[in-house]
């Protein structure tokens, strides 16, 4: 392949010409199972009629005006994201990385307008995975996202996911914020416990800091609630990130904060051209339009804890492929034994996509509609990938 596009992905060789529903296909004809989604961007799946619909009609009517102006559908959008959280404001951006600047901001800007000008550090875990700007690779664990871009922002301390000792232990006068990704998905499909999750809670509101939630990938229903926090009860945080989800295929992300930590979010402290236009606000208002209805959310949690089932069942017939199944919701990992790279080409030579992570790890991040029939196919493919790789173990 050659292409004058910059070439900072590995790209597999797929050339795809449409989705429907749970599937894609390529321009030769071949359907593809989507267990990747975008890597959990396509929540509703490809060409939902509903989304389609909606943002046929806006593209018609209005596109951009900036945010120097009302946009309707944004205001109604973050009241209900507002209505369906703990939070009270909402600021809509363009992608993960940036609702997560804007929560990294946020923090200090609280603590700056407290006169606490000392309160700058984020807390925040090993493994995670926050974007692709220099503050979100500073915040992240990657050693290999990181890689080349020194100096980093020096405002990140990190600790073992999941470790409360050592995140206590590492709380200083400088301490403005904790950042977690409940479950954490380049990291290796790393689920937090709930009772970790409860204890973060507490320790914030111990230390007088605040909570930060990177629930990018594992918002907006994939768990079988609209947030993932949600299954911790006594949980929620003071600011949340989100995006892949939230515009089923249309860039958008949104930063949810409760009033106080937005408290020093005024006029001129942050801003964007392009977040929260017309568009991007149509389109998530119909991604809501589907996960908040009746049942979605149940049929998701159904789906998830069968597939979870027959996903178990599969690693205990195949130890030499699969050592462990990991996940909640539609967020599944495989760690495999035999190399994930391997495992995902082979699952493509049985017509389904997954996606890698870290800690040789395949991650399942179906669309959210799939049901019993596509379930039954990627347990096929499934089984007919673990047979292939355990014969050349």
Known sequence: MTSAVMPTYARFDLEFDRGEGCYLYTVDGRRFLDFTSGIAVNALGHAHPHLVKTLQEQAGKLWHVSNLYRIPDQERLAERLVAHSFADYAFFCN???EAL????KM???HFYDKGQTEKYRVICADGSFHGRTLATISAGGSAKVKKGFDPLVDAFDHVPFGNMNELRNAITPQTAAILVEPIQGEGG?????????RALRETADEFGILLHYDEVQCGIGRTGKLFAYEWAGKAAPDIISLAKGLGGGFPVGACL???DAASGMTAGAHGTTFGGNPLAMATANAVLDVVLGDGFLDHVDRTARALWDQLTDLQKRYPTVIEQVRGAGLMLGLKCVVDSGKFIATMMDNQMLAVGAADNVVRLLPPLIMGEAEAEQAMAALEATCKTLAAEA
């Open 107 to 109: 923090a200090r800007k």
């Open 95 to 97: 992608s993960g990385a």
């Open 101 to 104: 600047e804007c929560g990294i």
């Open 189 to 197: 499909i790393q689920v937090g416990q709930l009772d970790y999750l």
């Open 257 to 259: 904060a409760t009033a």
